[in-house]
């Protein structure tokens, strides 16, 4: 995928684009997923599928709809959360795949349904460039958690790099 000029940032510190642009992890670089718009109400995120998003079939893999979905939910839902010292979690992915799709750009546009203080619920849609057409929408029920709450085993900080578990690298 060509490189996309940052997020446009609407309603949010101009820095907070900047921190989470590069904060889509490998997984999400790798599928080629790039953030485009992002405001408390709506996060927007584009993608160009290829062969590596295919599943034996030769469509798009349903898990990378989930994961797109998981993925903006997510984010959108931090994006709210950090201004309160805040963190959240993803606690319920449902996705349905609507249409096969094979190859070519695709547009996630993440909306709020309900955003409390203590769970968020955000509906997801992906639709085909080419011709607008809907091929997948999920919704993601969100836990807000405090900075400070331990998470399998670690304080759950946002960005925080995942220790090694190269045993060489622990050693003095």
């Given at each position: 995928m060509t490189d996309l000029p940052p997020p446009t940032i609407e309603g949010y510190p101009p820095e907070y684009g900047d921190a989470m642009a590069g904060q889509m992890g490998p997984f999400n670089?790798?599928?080629g997923l790039r953030l485009t718009h992002v405001s408390p109400d709506r996060l927007e995120?584009?993608?160009?599928c290829d062969e590596r998003h295919h599943q034996p079939m030769g469509i798009v893999h349903g898990g990378v709809w989930c994961s797109i979905v998981e993925t903006l939910a997510s984010m959108a839902g931090a994006f709210?959360?950090?201004?309160?010292?805040?963190v959240v979690v993803g606690v319920n992915n449902s996705t349905d795949f609507l249409r096969?799709?094979?190859?070519g750009p695709v547009t996630a546009v993440a909306?709020?349904?309900h955003v409390g203080r203590m769970q968020?619920?955000?509906a997801v849609d992906i639709t085909r460039d080419e011709d607008g057409k809907t091929v997948a929408r999920g919704q993601v029920r969100i836990q807000v958690l405090p900075m400070?709450?331990?998470?399998?085993g670690q304080t759950a900080l946002p960005n925080a790099a995942t220790p090694s578990t190269d045993p060489q690298e622990s050693r003095p």
């Open positions: 670089e790798h599928m995120a584009a993608m160009v709210r959360a950090a201004a309160d010292g805040n096969a799709h094979r190859t909306t709020p349904i968020h619920l955000w400070d709450r331990e998470l399998a």
